[in-house]
């Protein structure tokens, strides 16, 4: 089959990106959330996004003919009527993200393959609810032009045939696709920047090393532009503590403690302002910081 | 106190980094090592990375200049002769270290600071031998010219003075000083690096991604040279198995057991010319690795 028009159901951060990126891919786009707001939020990041885009000469069409491919909708049967495929990113709730899925299934066409967006959840855990869970798959992107990863993540009951034609959609979303052969949470990156974001959790708070020692040594060694609590700000510490918490070990909850202190404090990391660094010119930007 | 001659015991890689690059800061030095040979290889080491430190317009002076503050000598005496600072990168074992240490703490003049550049081990594990615990510590350079950061690492009898004038050392000899305010083994940079490294492990004989897979999530969404596998590759297999066979939990015995089958068929990395990839020319760095 060919994939022509995609759906997007939730329009926040990534859905906007995803949408946007298919648009300019080419695709005929329908973009669903239950609020006229989030719509309307996620018209505004689109836009920003392809200002940014042209300034930077990375747009071969004028960005209203772009913008002309996406249809904003809050009527489920609109969004879905023709849809090829759909990629949802709606909150990363597994009673929500079921019944989004249930509701879907109802009224899509035959056709429609299901991709969810969700980051820590199993596409597993609500494939059931679609009714076809055979044409449901994870399709994880990051987020979308800085980090240009999207893992295909099948569950145990995805047809193996749906693998390489997502693949091959990811390519044209000009992403990098990576085959996550089994279910993991977190997938393959996300994985791998929590057990950074672990051991550097684990060196503080066991006074091995100071926030700026630590980020300092990943930052010059690698020649990166931030370390792991950089990074940590920029997730945003109530992310953070959300996964950190979950995890059992000593060194684990001792970090979860840490960062329940910056949340109670209303330090979340950059979005607030203030996290391990103070926004919007944190010491580890400053010229000095690793000199 | 003012430090003036650096003695750098060992003329492997990494002692002769660390000492052509106190010649270039305008040090005197003298190199030891047991075996003329060693100090044959260190001299040429020095020269090669003079030749590339020219080509790159990075040198201040004559490549000869530099070289003349260099003295080599298999003799222990004349190494340690007026030496006001000396810094071991002999074998990576707890009973040479200790032997080293007990050679020079009895011939050294009484001003000498002592440290070590161990990579895993800690310097209290051969302080007493030096005869002077209070003026050891170790002071643990990574390459010294890609990766610039140098750890001072205390012991618990290190005097607390000893401390800033590491500091200050460190950055006359163009590193990042990092404070490890404790004894841990890996210091800060490797504690994270092998963290990295043991998820990319578990995820591999787990059967979540392929090596390239892996490797690829890390280098496209960091913007990095190489991921996990490439590191690994690059830091030598054997290296990495000798760490990861000692952590008792199962993924790094499944990983260490992989690493073996690497190992046991000549298979070290980058200087056996394969690895996890093949050599001189890795798939990694193909144009078309991460499209």
């Not at 689109?46 to 930077?56: D, F, R, S, V, Y």
């Not at 953070?240 to 202190?261: G, I």
Request: glycine content about 8%.
């Amino acid at each position: 089959m060919t994939i022509q028009k995609i759906c997007i159901l939730g329009a926040g951060t990534l859905g906007s990106r995803v949408a946007i990126q298919s648009a300019i891919s080419g695709y005929e786009v329908s973009v669903y959330d239950i609020h006229e707001e989030a719509l309307d939020f996620g018209f505004k990041t689109m836009k920003k996004i392809l200002a940014q885009l042209e300034k930077g000469q990375l747009l071969k069409e004028p960005q209203e003919k772009i913008l002309s491919r996406i249809y904003f909708t809050t009527a489920p049967e609109k969004a879905i009527q023709d849809a090829d495929f759909v990629n949802e990113s709606v909150t990363e709730d597994v009673e929500i993200k079921k019944k989004v899925w249930k509701q879907f299934g109802e009224i899509a066409p035959q056709k429609t393959i299901f991709t969810t967006n969700t980051s820590y959840l199993l596409p597993s855990m609500f494939a059931e609810e679609s009714g076809r869970p055979e044409k449901f798959c994870a399709f994880h992107f990051h987020d979308v032009f800085y980090s240009r990863i999207v893992d295909t993540m099948p569950h145990p009951g995805t047809e193996p045939e749906l693998i390489p034609l997502l693949e091959e959609l990811g390519r044209k979303l000009n992403q990098v696709p990576i085959l996550v052969k089994k279910e993991n949470p977190g997938y393959i990156f996300n994985t791998m920047l929590l057990a950074l974001i672990g051991a550097a959790g684990k060196l503080l708070t066991g006074e091995v090393g100071s926030v700026e020692d630590i980020d300092r040594s990943w930052m010059v060694n690698f020649h990166m532009p931030m370390g792991p609590f950089g990074i940590l700000d920029s997730i945003g510490l109530d992310t953070a503590w959300h996964v950190t918490k979950n995890r059992k070990d000593s060194a684990s909850q001792a970090f979860a403690a840490l960062l329940k202190t910056y949340i109670d404090a209303g330090k979340l990391g950059e979005k607030t302002g203030e996290g391990f660094y103070k926004y919007p010119h944190p010491a580890y930007k400053a010229p000095n910081f690793i000199k």
